[in-house]
């Protein structure tokens, strides 16, 4: 059995930020290993990014660093209208997504809502 500190050092770290109308509206990942559950980490946030981009009108701010195996997205304007409701939806998601990863994958996951 792997010990605690190898395990949160390869550890996968997400969190997930919710405005006041529990919309998501941000989410930051960052991730410590090379493992094949940070592929699919790093497939399902990719692809919730360009499915937002492509499949909404919804502003979306991004930052990454490919080398550090972070990435970063934001829905500045996430309120009340269609569009924004569509993309933190489409985040929502991606959520579901990386809690069946970190169901099957115990301890590689580590996500963390935060409520404005």
Same mark, same amino acid.
């Given at each position: 059995?792997?010990?605690?500190?190898?395990?949160?050092?390869?550890?996968?770290? !997400?969190?997930?930020?919710?405005?006041? /109308?529990?919309?998501?509206?941000?989410? @930051?990942?960052? =991730? #410590?290993?090379?493992?094949?559950?940070?592929?699919?980490?790093?497939?399902?946030? !990719?692809?919730?990014?360009?499915?937002? /981009?492509?499949?909404?009108?919804?502003? @979306?701010?991004? =930052? #990454?660093?490919?080398?550090?195996?972070?990435?970063?997205?934001?829905?500045?304007?996430?309120?009340?209208?269609?569009?924004?409701?569509?993309?933190?939806?489409?985040?929502?998601?991606?959520?579901?997504?990386?809690?069946?990863?970190?169901?099957?994958?115990?301890?590689?996951?580590?996500?963390?809502?935060?409520?404005?």
């Amino acid at each position: 059995m792997a010990s605690p500190n190898k395990i949160k050092k390869n550890r996968i770290q !997400i969190r997930v930020f919710r405005n006041d /109308k529990g919309f998501v509206y941000r989410v @930051v990942g960052q =991730e #410590h290993s090379q493992s094949f559950v940070c592929a699919a980490v790093s497939a399902l946030m !990719i692809n919730a990014y360009n499915s937002v /981009k492509a499949l909404t009108q919804a502003e @979306v701010v991004e =930052e #990454h660093n490919e080398e550090g195996g972070f990435l970063d997205f934001t829905l500045p304007d996430v309120r009340d209208g269609a569009e924004e409701r569509d993309a933190a939806l489409l985040l929502e998601s991606l959520l579901l997504g990386l809690r069946g990863v970190a169901n099957e994958y115990e301890g590689s996951v580590c996500i963390e809502e935060i409520n404005k």
